[in-house]
């Protein structure tokens, strides 16, 4: 653990700001899932790709409060750098909310010309129309949860999309004119091999989009699959498939820049990148976290928390604001930047967290020493292993 400084934090002062909104709806719940997401009340088959108006409209007026709120808690104003729109499923909106939902973010917070905005869509619940409203309000940057193009696969991920829908949902955005398109998807699939795996970024690199997400599954507790636990590959398979992906996006001309992140050349997420540089963002929607770091009456961070589940958001919302300790600056700062294969520079640390270069030496020679990072005077970075096994490395705190 770093040793304590006597004296208050010195934080530089930011006049940026990121915009994160919450919405915790689903057509269904997928069974590795443990976002605050939950599925909306289906009377008869066809599955309803929409939300009840009522429920929508109250939300949307709830959201606003909500964002009207932390600009008032804000010690000066800031102008509005990045908005991401995540779930859930936020194409579940109306083309009525979402004008609703942007006119008020331009009265409280507004979006500037570079203002990058990003919105989630599941291919299950992806229509031109929603897509081109999005598009109409500001939104620059769609990102489309393909997670596989298997219909097995997606069928045993319990997705309510199929490859088709995955096809036509990115042929909509591009028709809708998103110019910024992120896919995610998923690796070590229940009883995949590295060929289908191999397949799936094939197809993903084929539509030619602006960044990839690439993530391993993980089994996560209160999901259906850490109840019911599928048949997940070999170690040595999911290594393979590890391996050999980063190498097939690298020769796809992708470069990874964050674990799981692959952009085209300009392409970055800004959106995450502040979250990974420490940056300071206000969260708004059930279970949305804030960061926001503030110079009086002494420099300090506060980590802001809603209400979680949606009812209770709507109905007796709370706002949970916590100090961060300085004991808890490293690690909170570390289990970011460290996710960033360029890492961090000891400016930008210091900049971000008051704290001084000297508390991060000790982390730094042990963690240097077992291979984990590499670091000179000015800069600190993991190593290809250290991105491979983050969490080991964040435990050497
Ligand atoms: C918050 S989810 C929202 C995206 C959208 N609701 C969807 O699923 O289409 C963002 C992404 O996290 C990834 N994800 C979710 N749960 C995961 C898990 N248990 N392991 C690995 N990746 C996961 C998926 O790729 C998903 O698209
Ligand atoms: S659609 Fe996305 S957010 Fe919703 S349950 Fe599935 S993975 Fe979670």
Redesign the pocket.
Known sequence: MSKLSAQPLSLAKTDTIALYIHIPW?IKK?P????N?HAIKQPVQPLSTHLDPELESAYIKRLLSDLKNEVRELETPRRLSSIFI????PSLLSETAIKRLFTGINQFLPLQADTECTV????GSSDINCFKAFREAGVNRL???I?SFSDAALKKLGRVHNKAAAYRAFEAARAAEFENINL???HGLPGQTIEAAMSDLDQAIALNSEHL?W??????PN?LFYTHRPDLPAEQTLWNIYRTGLEYLQKAGFKRYEISAFKRPGKACRHNLNYWNFGDYIGIGAGAHGKISFQTPQPGIHRTLKTRVPNDYLNTPKRIVNLIQEEDLLLEYLMNALRLVEGFTLSSFSESTGLSQNQLQPFLNSSKSRGLIQFDQNHVKPTPLGLRYLDDLLLMI
């Open positions: 689903c997928c590795y899932c443990d976002f997401s995540g779930g859930g499923t989630e869509a599941n291919p990102s489309l949860g997670q995610d998807l998923m997400s993530y391993q599954l993980t089994i996560e999901t």
